[in-house]
């Protein structure tokens, strides 16, 4: 049956897609193909494993006229080399789709292979002079902070996880009131079979001086949640913060409500260095057996590191008008583990782009885990 409706979702779109391309002109059709390479090796060098990504993304977006606007994105990844190789059922692991539909499938499954395809923007929209109200897969981005965000409650992501720049969707309804540039409600809901498995929540933005403020709440799956927001600038650095109190529903006076909290900077240098920081504090921490594999996999909003603390690091300048370099460092306060993320990028041609990035892990934390917590990525991107 899982199957069956897979099939019938990826006809109607196909179908609907060409209709509507033949009714109305030039619809907005763009996207990406990207290379991957990967090596991980061990702390003594003397282990490498190499792991591979094709990955085809196509974007569309339909006018339907009268204020309605129809998304629908396709995220295509061959995957081949060790880790597909060694690891019993990885394909299962990347076809469960987290989402309330389940829009995720493989058509291919081999040792030496497995090709992953799933819809990750599936929305309807309708826009008016004030409103904006949208149905289906979306990103809802509530998060002021870069790098950790209590705040977005729909749909957290991982910073590690730098191939996937257009974030994680989320099955929703979300409907959002302008009565200014800078002031808003807005209000969404992410299906789920209980209440336990749904995220329904308010949030007004507006500004008091030179800071946009928010302020949120509403349910977190089996919690209740409230919070806040910012981002301004203090003479000439600029500051963000997030904080968000999760309370279990089971009982008012349950004793396990926590907090969870980011602070972060950043500056420009005299010199165009840009310097940015952020701290976190992680009230809802619950041990990970795999922290390694945790850092590159989504987190949940009460549960955002695999650390009670965590502190982030960077550095960026751009020596050309086609490049840039970054210097970035993560680490915790309360566990020992220390990751380095060095990157590299250059702009080959107008739709061309090269990233050279690695992120090398130390610490007793990672110890014992795998035999190559180190890894250095070579990527092409071509888009059209």
């Avoid at 996937?164 to 099955?171: L, W």
């Amino acid at each position: 049956m899982k199957l069956k409706l897979k099939s019938i979702f990826v006809v109607g779109i196909w179908l609907f897609s060409t209709s509507v391309s033949a009714q109305f002109y030039k619809p907005d059709i763009r996207g990406y193909v990207k290379e991957l390479g990967g090596v991980s090796f061990s702390d003594q060098f003397d282990t490498f494993r190499y792991d591979n990504i094709i990955h085809h993304r196509i974007e569309s977006t339909f006018d339907l006229g009268s204020g309605f606007e129809f998304q629908a994105d396709l995220r295509n990844r061959l995957l081949t080399g060790y880790t597909v190789s060694n690891t019993p059922g990885y394909a299962n692991y990347l076809d469960n789709d987290p989402g309330y539909f389940d829009l995720s499938w493989v058509p291919v499954d081999s040792r030496k292979a497995v090709f992953h395809s799933t819809m990750d923007r599936l929305q309807l929209t309708y826009f008016s002079e004030n409103w904006e109200i949208s149905v289906g897969r979306q990103r809802l981005n509530w998060g002021k902070s870069m790098v950790w965000n209590p705040n977005d409650l729909f749909n957290a992501y991982s910073y590690l996880d730098f191939d996937y720049e257009e974030r994680p969707g989320t099955d929703a309804v979300s409907a959002q009131y302008n009565w200014s540039y800078a002031s808003s409600i807005s209000a969404g809901y992410r299906f789920g079979r209980t209440l336990d498995e749904s995220v329904f929540a308010l949030m007004y933005r507006g500004n008091i001086g030179e800071y946009d403020i928010q302020v949120l709440g509403g349910n977190y799956f089996d919690h209740w949640t409230l919070g806040a927001g910012w981002s301004g600038y203090l003479k000439d650095a600029g500051l963000t913060g997030e904080f968000s109190y999760f309370h279990p529903r089971s009982g008012f006076f349950d004793p396990t409500g926590h907090f969870t909290a980011t602070l972060g900077s950043n500056y420009m240098l005299p010199n165009a260095v840009y310097l940015s920081a952020e701290l976190l504090y992680n009230g809802g921490y619950r041990s990970n057996p795999n922290p390694i594999a945790a850092l590159s996999t989504p987190p949940s909003a009460d549960d955002l590191f695999v650390a009670e603390t965590g502190f982030f690091l960077n550095a960026s300048a751009t020596p050309s008008p086609l490049s840039s370099v970054s210097l970035g460092f993560m680490g915790s306060f309360d566990r020992s583990l220390f990751i380095l993320i060095p990157q590299y990028s250059y702009s080959l041609s107008e739709n061309i782009y090269l990233l050279l990035l690695s992120q090398i892990m130390r610490g007793s934390s990672f110890s014992g885990l795998t035999q190559t917590p180190n890894a250095v990525f070579f990527r092409l991107k071509w888009s059209y």
